[in-house]
């Protein structure tokens, strides 16, 4: 039998055993490959397969971490269904898009008092009563009409500020004064 396309003769075993199972799609390997990185350049040898499994691992999860942090969230929907790839990277994660639309809700919660139903469906990605549900009994909003409405909070609350500013007239005639002292 011949040697696989991909052996590296210094390749850990554990190396070998995430590559050749599911666990090469885990988000949770990314410091595992890093690690092996490191030990690469120490060593001077190259995995190529290796280095492969964590590029893939790292920029879709990049990916998905940017149009979170930007509050993108039907395009975050639309990427994490877009590819098989996504799917097995939190097929293990227990609750994985529930805990998503968690924390979209929760950033929500925090900047707004009321949305518009389909807005907010397309960010949680929830329809019909799967919607209803989840922003009634898991976040306590309540839908009016075409409208959800967030209760109060201290992070939604509008608040007013009085700038006030504390100008001498002394600051403004050197203003004037350097003003006309100007060459034209």
């Known amino acids: 039998m011949g040697v696989p396309f991909d052996y590296v003769p210094e390749r ?9 199972g599911l ?5 949770e390997t990314t410091t595992v490959f890093q690690d092996y990185v490191m030990q690469q350049c120490e060593n001077q040898t190259y995995d190529c397969y290796a280095n492969l499994a964590l590029l893939k ?9 940017n149009l979170l942090e930007r509050a993108d969230y039907e395009a975050f929907w639309e990427t994490l269904n877009s590819d098989d790839l996504y799917a097995d990277l939190y097929a293990d994660v227990s609750g994985f898009e529930e805990l998503m639309r968690v924390r979209i809700a929760v950033t929500v919660s925090q900047a707004v008092r009321e949305v518009d139903r389909s807005v907010l469906e397309g960010w949680l990605n929830l329809r019909g009563q799967e919607f209803e549900h989840f922003v009634g009994e898991v976040c306590g909003w309540s839908v009016d ?16 500020t ?15 004064r350097r003003a006309y002292e100007q060459p034209a």
């Open 23 to 27: 666990d090469r799609y885990n988000p």
């Open 162 to 176: 009085v700038v006030r500013e504390n100008v001498k007239f002394e600051q403004f005639s050197r203003l004037i």
């Open 12 to 20: 850990p075993e554990h190396i070998d055993v995430i590559l050749n």
């Open 57 to 65: 691992l790292g920029p879709k999860l990049n990916i998905l971490r």
């Open 145 to 160: 009409g075409s409208t959800v409405k967030v209760p109060l909070n201290k992070e939604n609350e509008a608040k007013g």
